[in-house]
């Protein structure tokens, strides 16, 4: 029901900026819920960035003030500003999306990664 697709990794240096892509398609792309992950080399996949219903991006701790979650509803696709990278931003990023089922279910999808390296 949903497919997603994320793009904009690569390696940049300290300090530099990167734009993450997230496309969303399929008969429920519209109305799902979309978020950033991520999962650095040899630890678990972690929360990042999610979107609150107002439209304001929520963050973890290790991004806020550098990263900024957004979406464009008539392309159905969320984007992640990252700015002042770190050498811990090192990891392979996600798009999830989330969709409501049935009795208050929900299903997720999750899409296929890309890779972001920081390094000098």
């Known amino acids: 029901q949903v497919h997603v697709a994320e793009s904009g990794g690569g390696l940049v240096q300290p300090g530099g900026s990167l734009r993450l892509s997230c496309a969303a398609s399929?008969?429920?792309?519209?109305?799902?819920?979309l978020a950033w992950y991520r999962q650095p080399p040899g630890k678990q996949r972690e929360w990042i960035a999610s979107?609150?219903?107002?439209?304001?991006?929520d963050y973890a701790d290790p991004v806020k003030g550098r990263f900024t979650i957004s979406r464009d509803d008539a392309k159905n696709t969320l984007y992640l500003q990252m700015n002042s990278l770190k050498f811990e931003d090192t990891a392979v990023y996600y798009c999830?999306?989330?969709?409501?089922?049935?009795?208050?279910?929900?299903?997720?999808?999750w899409g296929q990664g890309t890779q972001v390296t920081v390094s000098s």
């Open positions: 999830k999306a989330v969709v409501r089922t049935k009795g208050w279910n929900h299903t997720s999808y």
């Open positions: 399929g008969s429920r792309a519209s109305d799902a819920a």
């Open positions: 979107l609150m219903t107002s439209g304001a991006g």
